[in-house]
């Protein structure tokens, strides 16, 4: 069974910087797509950034220009760089793996329903 753990979360003023990590336990992570996603209080998840396996990256228009999805095949790791941050990102943000991909290399699952196993959460908080 895939395990997912999030780390990197915490407080910060607007304007910093953040860096979530999500390490997988799964083999099948070379040839996985990863998703990062967040959910705030009362608000329902929504999708943040996806990379496929072969390094194609996909972001939320709210996130483009301030957040970097990276991975890191040799860790079974994925990450998500995250400056300019303001208080709207604040939330519990959730890492995902995508197992089902195949050969397709290109692929950014932007659904969570795509999505066959998921990480515990991390909480970001940005104070204004």
């Known amino acids: 069974q895939a395990q997912l753990v999030e780390s990197g979360g915490g407080l910060v003023q607007a304007g910093g910087s953040l860096s979530l990590s999500c390490a997988a336990s799964v083999r099948a992570f070379s040839r996985s797509a990863m998703g990062w996603f967040r959910q705030a209080p009362g608000k329902e998840r929504e999708f943040v950034a996806a990379?496929?396996?072969?390094?194609?990256?996909l972001y939320a228009d709210s996130v483009k220009g301030r957040f970097t999805i990276s991975r890191d095949n040799a860790k079974n790791t994925v990450y998500l760089q995250m400056n300019s941050l303001e208080p709207e990102d604040t939330a519990a943000y959730y890492c995902a793996l995508d197992t089902t991909v195949g050969q397709r290399w290109y692929s950014v699952p932007n659904s969570g329903y795509e999505y066959t196993h998921w990480g515990q959460g991390t909480q970001v908080t940005v104070s204004s």
């Open positions: 990379i496929s396996w072969g390094n194609s990256t």
